[in-house]
């Protein structure tokens, strides 16, 4: 290799083997310090303010496999795939503006080390959590766990979690199997691993169509269909938050589900309810306050809503 900016040929070089291009030599630039988005080192862990919260699921018990579907009509959303800088921000504004509490299953690759890119992205997997959302781990290469050697997962899991650990200071416990895909020995071992997977029901299939419209239409297909086949009127949603027309399609979700639960709400059927909490989903652990309860606040600030919706509708402008 020749230095470059030096033209000698390599039999001419008599300068120490090292030859260093003007470029190697320009002083590194000094490191970005930004107290929001500095990366916490080991010692000095910038933490958001969690106080209490069950951020990482670690009430529920290791070992279960959650498979997502509900009886009730309670819906939860989950975004997988992220943090990314072009999507996640906004939609974190979507789900304030919208009430929505979620779960994100994150992809360690894009942070947990020092660059800037990574440091916004750390800053990114911080403010989920500070806006009172769940964190659940993706792994780091989202390569499909059954494919895998166990020394192979067992090395992907220690690599997340210690960028996890490093970004929230504390370790995930829940899991989202790339692909969904799991194996009794896959089970097994996130099992040793303390971890709870969670599987969905309702995929919009936002992979695979390309508007927000498409999404929520496959949504209510997919929803209605589970409901005939399996009796299950609610369930665990997957959705990304890498692709704007999924984040497009949460606000037009959450709108029809309202024009929806008007009808139900004159029926006097159960509404659907976009519950805040894994918790809904695994028998024995629902948080504190009951789907009951929860109902009956639903069912009142349905009714407001539904009356504002039928205004609308009269008074067309
Ligand atoms: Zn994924």
């Known amino acids: 290799m020749v230095a470059g900016g030096s033209f000698a040929g390599a039999s ?25 988005h500095a990366e916490p080192g080991p010692d000095v862990v910038q ?14 018990p290791s070992g279960l496999t959650v498979h997502g579907g509900s009886k009730h009509r309670a819906i939860l959303l989950t975004f997988d795939d992220g ?40 800053a990114i997997v911080r403010e989920i959590v500070r806006r009172g ?28 979690e210690r960028k996890i ?44 169509v ?8 496959t949504f209510f297909r997919v929803l209605d269909r589970r409901e005939r086949e399996t009796g299950e009127r609610g369930g665990i949603v997957l959705l990304h938050d890498t692709k704007q027309h999924s984040l497009d399609a949460v606000p037009r979700l959450v709108e029809a589900l309202q ?10 059927e159960e509404l659907y309810d976009i519950v805040d909490d894994l918790g809904y989903f695994i028998p024995g652990h629902e948080p504190d306050q ?12 349905a009714q407001r809503t539904c009356n504002a919706l039928a205004f609308r509708q009269l008074v067309p402008n």
């Not at 083997?17 to 490191?31: G, L, N």
């Open 165 to 208: 650990q490093k970004t929230i200071g504390r370790k995930p416990r829940l899991i989202r199997p790339p692909g969904g895909a799991l194996s009794e020995r896959v089970e097994q071992l996130l099992a040793e691993n303390g971890y709870t997977s969670v599987m969905w029901t309702l995929y919009p299939g936002d992979l695979e």
């Open 12 to 36: 001419e070089v008599i300068t120490p083997p090292v030859a260093i291009s003007p470029v190697a030599i320009r002083p590194r630039p000094a490191p970005i310090v930004e107290p929001v």
């Open 47 to 60: 933490l958001p303010p969690v106080g209490s919260r069950d951020v990482t699921g670690s009430r529920f």
């Open 133 to 160: 959302h769940m964190i659940g781990n993706h792994t780091e290469t989202h390569r499909q766990l059954p494919l895998l050697r166990n020394a192979e997962i067992e090395a992907e899991l220690a690599v997340s």
């Open 83 to 122: 943090p990314s800088r072009r999507t996640t921000p906004r939609l974190l504004d979507m789900l304030d503006e919208l009430g929505i509490t979620a779960l994100f299953f994150v992809k360690s690759e894009s942070f947990g080390n020092g660059n800037p890119w990574e440091r916004e992205h750390a």
């Open 210 to 217: 390309h508007t927000p419209e498409e999404v929520v239409r």
């Open 290 to 301: 009951t789907l009951e309860e929860r109902q009956e606040a639903l069912r009142e600030r």
């Open 259 to 268: 024009k929806r639960n008007c009808r139900l709400l004159e029926e006097g």
